[in-house]
């Protein structure tokens, strides 16, 4: 089993910036794949980002140029860097072990002027 914790949502203006923190549990966390999903008011669950073990990464079509996953092994944290914020960013963003039934609870990300 793996837990883990999100931090770092919430409200910005339209153009702004946060950095998300997925805190990850156990000594297994360098050989895991980790993703952020997001869940928009009224929208289904979607993936957002990836990072792999050896730091190989994947975003959504709409993140690209605007997010950054990134990963330290040392923290045993996953951090998703967002840039350029859009209203339609608005939701609860989940971390998750990539493969497994592991999430996080979620923090809230408010875009809106």
């Known amino acids: 089993q793996v837990q883990l914790v999100e931090s770092g949502g919430g409200l910005v203006q339209p153009g702004g910036s946060l950095r998300l923190s997925c805190a990850v549990s156990?000594?297994?966390?360098?050989?895991?794949?980790i993703t952020w999903y997001r869940q928009c008011p009224g929208k289904q669950r979607e993936l957002v980002a990836l990072?792999?073990?050896?730091?190989?990464?994947k975003y959504i079509g709409s993140a690209k140029g605007r997010f950054t996953i990134s990963r330290d092994d040392a923290r045993n944290t996953v951090y998703l860097q967002m840039n350029s914020l859009k209203p339609e960013d608005t939701a609860v963003y989940f971390c998750?072990?990539?493969?497994?039934?592991?999430w996080g609870q979620g923090t809230q990300v408010t875009v809106s002027s």
């Open positions: 998750r072990a990539a493969g497994t039934p592991y």
């Open positions: 990072i792999t073990s050896d730091s190989s990464t």
């Open positions: 156990g000594s297994i966390f360098k050989i895991l794949a």
